[in-house]
């Protein structure tokens, strides 16, 4: 979400190569692809709601209704919705810790996914109790089960690690401080974009505006840092190593 679509749509095609359609969601909301694929949307803020420029993750339910009850059966709150919103119905929503996610019961592109392709390398959400946080996320939105949509769910490294088939698609870890000044601390989804030159795009954020908010962190396969655009909005870049 962004206080001004326009200059979003600037930013992010400089700093990620993407290309933007318009959508029969309405005139405040456009897709993002890259290589053909679809990868983000980006939607205009109404000017009555304060809300902060921010990116957050959507996941896919087959019935707003019965998710968003989970949601509150919980302990957790759901802001917004579910609404008819083009062709189909959304919730905004923050779990018990206070992350602020979304759910989607409708219409999906084609293509469109989580850690394979052009798309998204990956959503982490960074909490207090990694456990505790996939214990809530797995029941609300079925990820365990018998189903071609369910996911497999492993601990490694620390962290709880969501699989759909070969795709790492989400990975959730504790440590997070509920209170903390810096958003990047506190409870919160961080989505990671993929980039082929990880300095090209750093270079390109700062030219337009933006910020580097960590320092780039590197493993065996990948190297990524994380970033703030011009309304402050925060991203990570991930690049392959070498």
């Known amino acids: 979400m962004t206080a001004d679509l326009d200059s979003a749509q600037r930013f992010y095609g400089a700093v990620l190569g993407w290309t933007f359609r318009r959508t029969r969601l309405g005139e405040r909301l456009s897709f993002a692809f890259r290589d053909g694929a679809p990868v983000a949307g980006l939607g205009a ?20 209704d019965v998710t968003a009850a989970r949601i509150r059966e919980r302990g957790a709150t759901v802001a917004v919705g579910p609404l008819s919103f083009g062709t189909g119905r959304a919730v905004l929503a923050a779990d018990p810790d206070g992350a602020v996610f979304g759910l989607w019961q409708g219409e ?30 797995g029941e609300v939105l079925d990820w365990v089960g018998e189903s071609p949509e369910s996911c497999v769910v492993a601990y490694e490294h620390d962290h709880v690690v969501l699989r ?32 082929p030159d990880l300095e090209a795009a750093v270079e390109a954020a700062t030219t337009a505006g933006g910020k ?31």
């Open 108 to 137: 999906i592109l084609r293509d469109w996914g989580v850690g394979r392709g052009t798309a998204p390398a990956l959503l982490e959400l960074r909490t207090r109790d990694a456990f505790a946080a996939a214990i809530f996320y």
């Open 45 to 64: 803020l109404a000017q009555s709601l304060s809300l902060p420029a921010a990116w957050t993750p959507y996941f896919a339910v087959a019935d707003a």
């Open 164 to 195: 759909h088939g070969n795709d790492t698609v989400a990975r959730i870890g504790g440590g997070a401080v509920d209170g903390d000044p810096d958003p990047h601390v506190r409870p919160r989804w961080h989505v990671h974009f993929r980039v």
């Open 212 to 242: 580097v908010v960590s320092p780039v962190e590197t493993s065996s396969a990948s190297r990524w840092v994380t970033l703030r655009d011009p309304e402050g909005a925060l991203f990570t870049v991930l690049a392959p190593q070498g």
